[in-house]
C-alpha cells in the first residue's frame, strides 16, 4: 500500500530512480481510482434514472460530472505520473528526456518496454538501488 501513493509523496521530484515495484504499483492506484470514479459516476446514474426517474437533461449533467472527476483525477496525477516513469527510465540507466517518446505514435511501446525491464544491479549516475523488496 505504501508504494501506491509513494509517487505522490514524492510529487514532482524527477531526480532519483523508482523500482519496478513502485512505479506498477502506483498504475494500479491510478487504475484503481480511475474504475472508483467510474463505480460512483454509474452508480449515480443508476439511481437517478431508476429510483429518481431522472430525463435526459439529468443523465447529461451526471455524465458531464462524471468526465469531471475523471478529469480531475488525471490533472492531479499527472505530474506524479510523468515523475515516476522518469524515475523508472533512470532505474533503467536511460535518460528521462526518453519520456518525450510518448509524444510519438508507438512511442509509449519502448516506455512499456522499460518499464517492464528490471533495473541496473548498481549504482548508476542517476542515484543508488532505489530500496525495495
Known sequence: MQEMILPLKRYAQFEG???????WMFQLFLLL???AVCVIALTVALVAGLVLDADSSWMAGITIGAVAL????WLATIV????????????CNQSGWLYLLALV????????????????PQDNPYGPVPAGP
Open 70 to 73: 475523471v478529469g480531475a483525477l
Open 33 to 35: 481510482a480511475g474504475a
Open 80 to 91: 506524479p505520473l510523468i515523475a515516476v516513469t522518469v524515475r523508472r527510465l533512470h532505474d
Open 17 to 23: 530512480r523508482a523500482n519496478r515495484r513502485e512505479y
Open 105 to 120: 505514435p508507438g512511442g509509449g511501446v519502448v516506455i512499456l518496454i522499460f518499464a517492464l525491464l528490471p533495473g541496473t
